[in-house]
């Protein structure tokens, strides 16, 4: 997940994301690329309780490098109403129940329209029917939005889920 989502570079082999080959790119370019190809989805959320849920969702856009061709206020008020949560936009994250956190990081994942999707066991924290709903909504950002995401889980009933499996045992595909 690490070289797939640009934080590390393989030992051998290579990566090759919008026709670049990331092992040829110094740190700045890889950053760039990642912030934005790359929407991070983490079981823990990560959110920073100092900074409100809109505040949350915009903090990719205060990296990026290239003009935004959208409004990034407008951006994440719109995601925060497609998640059913805009009146919780100045809300703080240790203030709202552990699916409302999640659906925060989806959006903040989301707020740079990145082409891939990571998502590191996004229902681990939540209960069943929360992580229902969130897989619900990462199968919709698929079909609809025609957005490649990638879930690692240990859970089969998740991966079930899903279009694909990609089963790894010690490290290697199965």
Do not use: C
Not at 25 to 41: H, I
Not at 102 to 120: F, G, K, N, T, Y
Request: proline content about 4%.
């Amino acid at each position: 997940m690490h070289i797939i989502g640009l934080l590390d570079k393989p030992s051998r082999g290579k990566v090759i994301i919008n026709g670049k080959d990331i092992s040829k790119l110094d740190d700045d370019a890889v950053s760039t690329l990642r912030n934005e190809y790359v929407g991070f989805v983490f079981q823990q959320f990560n959110l920073i309780n100092k900074l409100t849920v809109l505040e949350n969702i915009l903090l990719p856009t205060i990296y990026a490098r290239k003009k935004l061709n959208f409004k990034p206020k407008e951006k994440a008020l719109y995601l925060l109403e497609r998640f059913g949560m805009k009146e919780k936009a100045k809300s703080y994250p240790n203030k709202i129940s552990g699916g409302q956190q999640q659906r925060v990081a989806i959006a903040r994942a989301l707020v740079m329209e990145p082409d891939l999707i990571l998502a590191d066991e996004p229902t681990g924290n939540l209960d069943t029917k929360t992580g229902e709903e969130i897989m619900k909504l990462l199968k919709e950002l698929n079909k609809e939005e025609k957005m490649t995401v990638v879930i690692v889980t240990h859970e089969p009933d998740i991966a079930a889920k899903t279009k694909r499996q990609i089963r790894i045992v010690d490290g290697k595909i199965v």
